[in-house]
């Protein structure tokens, strides 16, 4: 074999050979990495937000807003194009998908009142800046679809009614009506709860996404008990609805409450009627709240304790948003909202000083120089217009959420 080769030993192949030879040891070498001991390529640790799949932007850690620095900031005139004036070009501007109706959607009172949908502009066209601090921003869809797995339920009065219908038509295009009853009620039928579902859980049994339950005052007023379904609602301060929930907490990951608009000076606190047995009321209820939260949530649970905007008396004489919030006065308002803020900080006082992971305050402060964005500027100065200041509270909110989903990941399921 090989006699009719030529034979190639000329230097030139032996020279070419020994380069061919370096190269696949330098090849090996740079395969072997350990080796060749090169500076590792640096790699910063991933942040855990990351991993969230409805994260889809988030701030370096030094600028990520709390929930106070949030609210330090101010609103910017930048108006908001549409495409066409109408309740659709209005939705598709704001990213609404709003199922039904409610009465705070200003846009829509076009045949009541046709300027309505003007002043609704109107308000949208001036946007909300944190001075120092940015969000993490969130996809409304897939966050929807983390709601599904790990459901979100609203208590409180009216205003948090209205933050529900915001967040309704937030993550609208998601959620549908349940078809199996979540027993929400506790099978009590006095007691109604809005409850919407992730379409991908819309037939299994007691399936519930978002949920929003109406309480008042949280506790009974006559002996401050948490009520469990066909307790006796008891006493009321005016119109209302004070039904139970506590119940209800199991099923949910995330909690929001709130309480404070209804709370007025009554007989019932004291023979003075004064604010100052008004405010011991108060706290001595949210004990009773409060005591009840940290003795059963658990630690994959997360609930906030949201603040209550200021009112704005003789509302309609603002025609765009403050510089300095204009702090509300009892005489003014038909309610105490002189006190809002004091019951805010009963709460607030607590959480700080709990230092408990489960345990959040949702401050709302920027509604406070709004006093141009009120749902019926004659009548209504406490509700705002949707789309308003309140989808703002839901975007803090959804930062909120990222932060918890985050905190809930690293902690045992008791
Ligand atoms: C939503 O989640 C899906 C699945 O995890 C992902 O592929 C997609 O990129 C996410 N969308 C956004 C806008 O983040
Ligand atoms: C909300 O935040 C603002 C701005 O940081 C602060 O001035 C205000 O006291 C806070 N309000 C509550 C109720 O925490
Ligand atoms: C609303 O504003 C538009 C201009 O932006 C104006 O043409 C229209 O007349 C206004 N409608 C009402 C009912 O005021
Ligand atoms: C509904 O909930 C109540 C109490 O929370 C419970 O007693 C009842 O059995 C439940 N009903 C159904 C149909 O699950």
């Not at 030094?62 to 949030?70: A, I, P, R, V």
């Not at 910017?76 to 549409?82: A, F, N, T, V, W």
């Amino acid at each position: 074999m090989g006699s009719s080769t030529p034979q190639l030993k000329s230097p030139m192949v032996y020279t070419l050979s020994a380069i061919s030879l370096v190269m696949l040891f330098v090849l090996y070498l740079a395969w072997r990495d350990d080796i060749l001991l090169l500076p590792k390529p640096y790699q910063p640790k991933p942040d855990p937000l990351s991993s969230l799949d409805f994260v889809t932007r988030i701030p370096s850690r030094s600028l990520q807003c709390t929930t106070d620095t949030f609210n330090t900031g101010s609103w910017i005139h930048r108006p908001l194009q549409l495409k066409e004036d109408s309740i659709r070009g209005m939705e598709e501007a704001v990213n609404y998908h709003c199922r039904g109706n409610f009465p705070h959607k200003c846009y829509r009172r076009l045949d009541d009142n046709p300027s309505e949908f003007n002043r609704s502009h109107r308000i949208v066209d001036y946007a909300w800046e944190p001075e120092t601090c940015a969000l993490i921003e969130v996809d409304p869809r897939n966050l929807t679809g983390h709601l599904a797995t790990h459901p979100l339920l609203m208590v409180g009065d009216s205003i948090t009614q209205l933050q529900f219908e915001s967040l309704n038509c937030l993550l609208g295009q998601d959620l549908t009506n349940v078809q199996h009853d979540a027993n929400l009620t506790g099978g009590d039928p006095n007691v109604w709860a809005g409850q919407l579902v992730h379409p991908s859980r819309v037939d299994e049994k007691g399936a519930v996404t978002l949920a929003y339950m109406r309480s008042d005052y949280l506790v009974r007023l006559d002996d401050f008990k948490l009520m469990e379904p066909f307790d006796e609602e008891g006493y009321l301060i005016g119109k209302g609805s004070n039904f139970p929930w506590i119940h209800a907490l199991d099923k949910f990951s995330y909690i929001i409450i709130n309480t404070g608009p209804h709370w007025h000076a009554d007989l019932k606190w004291g023979p003075h009627k004064s604010d100052k047995e008004l405010l011991q009321a108060f706290t001595r209820g949210m004990d009773a709240v409060f005591k009840y939260l940290k003795e059963h949530v658990r630690q994959d649970q997360r609930v906030w304790i949201r603040s209550t905007p200021y009112g704005h008396a003789k509302c309609s004489k603002y025609k765009k948003p403050d510089i300095i919030p204009q702090v509300p006065t009892k005489k003014e308002g038909e309610y105490q909202w002189d006190l809002l803020e004091s019951f805010d900080m009963v709460w607030k006082n607590w959480i700080e000083a709990e230092k408990d992971d489960r345990f959040r305050f949702l401050n709302v402060s920027l509604s406070n120089l709004r006093g141009d964005a009120h749902s019926s500027p004659d009548s209504d100065c406490l509700h705002t217009c949707l789309p308003g200041p309140v989808d703002d509270w839901n975007q803090l909110f959804f930062h909120d959420i990222a932060q918890a989903a985050v905190s809930m990941a690293t902690v045992p399921e008791s």
